[in-house]
């Protein structure tokens, strides 16, 4: 049973990989910014909800707050700094975002110091669950659930909906979306809102896993874009499917050869990215 | 006449001579981590720093000491090694203090030697250290000196089995290396030693296959921060519910107990600090510390490190005068012996390397408070690296 014990662990693994990299796939993945200051929005989300939490607020609604919150930080975002960034190109966009990022940094750490800040999970998921052949921590459970979640409506609204075609219109052809009555710029800000609310999502709901510090944007930084890397740029599913594959091989690797898994996780993204350069999935554009 | 002269001159010189004395400052250079992910540590030595010149006052004899901080933002040799230049050449300064991480410490080596220049290591704890030049001395441990006690004591108290996980590099190989030899010397059995990646933030899958193996205990050694927590997190919600106890060193301390929660009552580590240890230094050391810096303010081992340092160059200003050369310096803190906030502690007059108590602490609940209490203590142990490498 052990096998299964290991397929649970990197199936739970990879959802968090793409629970907290899936707000970087709407906006470097969807709207095509290089956004490198997706951790600190996710940070910020989980500071705000630790604050909540610590205010008395239940683990869940502080999450749903702060979500809204950094959704709304996010549009703020949009509008004043990445707005005029779209036109620039990538190294633009890289330096400015990345220089958000220390600005965050800087904050939080003057207003919290540099030490760990805990986010204590609620006593529902704190637990274990007996799930036939052992027992399991309720939330890791959990967070495959809200992982698959995820991904389903991220498919319905992106590949299923109206919304998802006038986006995928808009990135790929600004000027004919415009041409056909788009609003270009309102699509472009709620979009980015949108995928500032789910990186504070999964800086709430991975909290757990990775704790939450003024250096989390930047310690985990590699992490977020390689999923996005290797599930191909601009393609959600191509995510999902980086993040398991990466998650399980990453756990088997650890369970069995310790040794050697300083380099299997990044071994992997090689020869992933060696055989499929556009990444799992690239976008039919991309192509 | 020419007697009275005389006396007068005499007088004159000897007023002189006290008058401009008085009138000297003295320049501390402490080169330390005060910005980046390892701030904690030049904060806690800056205010430790404080505390100490708050208690004796921050003149020796009439002699102002002044302390000059310097930033190497974490562990960056090079800078760290022009920071000591500077302090040095330009500011002139008589002692030189700090040092968190080894690689900065060894990278001022050369300098403190040409220069010397009495240096005092609060931190940095690769046992080599001391070696590199001989105006070093240290005021923190080693980290051999503080991992055998916890291997001698799990072999006394029915842990038969152990696995080993430290993190992946070189303070992580020395703990291992020194907790496997300890540990078999003492009749146990290792069954594995796995090294886990700095960058690692799931930690499960090497636990798991900890759990296959059934050992008696998991003796860990983290980097601090957040790997440390996912480490002792991880031991809690896998490992301890199938009776697998944890064994460990500086990652129980008081800090980063809240981050780690109930699950921490009980484990057993072993370390030269512990922040409730009670003696009349101690007390004030957090009693002026909470009340200079607010009530959260925790001592720890920088605390401890930065504090003792002071109380060398102090001792040194006081006998030897503002203009104390390096091998005065030295000369006296070899062999000295003083109490520390932490309890008794000694120069190694050989070594110039600190000789100190290790302590058995058990983390308990202390009013409503997770802290570690001492069980015993190991009095005055000696860095084993240093007699198993003679010079």
Known sequence: MIDATILLDGLAYGMVLFIISVG????????????????????IGGYVAAMLVGAGVSFFAAAGLATLLVGMIGAVAELAVYRPLYRKGELAQALMTFGL??????????????????LPLPAALGGVVDIGFRTYPAYRLFLVAVGLGLALLLWLLIDRSAYGARLRAAVDNPRMARAVGIDVNLLFTVTFAGGCALAAFGGVIGAALLPLEPFYALRYLVLFLVVVGVGGIGNFKGSFLAAILLGVIDTGGKYLMPQAAAYLFYGAVLALLLLRPNGLMPAKSAT | MKQAWAALCAAGLIFGLVGAASAETVKVGVIATFSGPFARWGEQFQQAIKVYQKQHGTTVDGNTIEVIYRDDGGPDPARAKQLAEELILREK???LGGFVFTPNALAVADIVTEAKMPTVIFNAATAVVTRKSPYFVRTSQTIPQVTVPIAQWAARNGIKRVVTAVSDYAPGFDAEAYFVKTFQAAGGEVLESIRIPLATTDFSPFYERVLQEKPDALFIFGPGGPPTVGMINTWASRLKPAGIRLLCTAETQEIDLPKIGPAALGVVSSFHYTETVDNPLNKALWADLTAMFGKNTVPDLASAGAYD??????????????????DQAIGLWRGMAFDSPRGPIEIDEKTRDIIENVYLRKVEEREGKLVNINFQTIPMVRDPWKDEHPE
């Open chain 1, 101 to 118: 990022t220390f600005v965050v940094i800087a904050s939080l750490t003057s207003g919290f110091g540099t030490g760990i800040k805990t």
């Open chain 1, 24 to 43: 970087l796939t709407v906006t470097m993945g969807l709207m095509r910014v290089v956004n490198l200051a997706h951790g600190a929005f996710a940070m």
């Open chain 2, 309 to 326: 340092g002071m109380e060398l160059i102090y001792r040194a200003v006081a006998k030897f005068g503002p203009r104390a050369t390096g």
């Open chain 2, 93 to 95: 300064v008589q002692f």
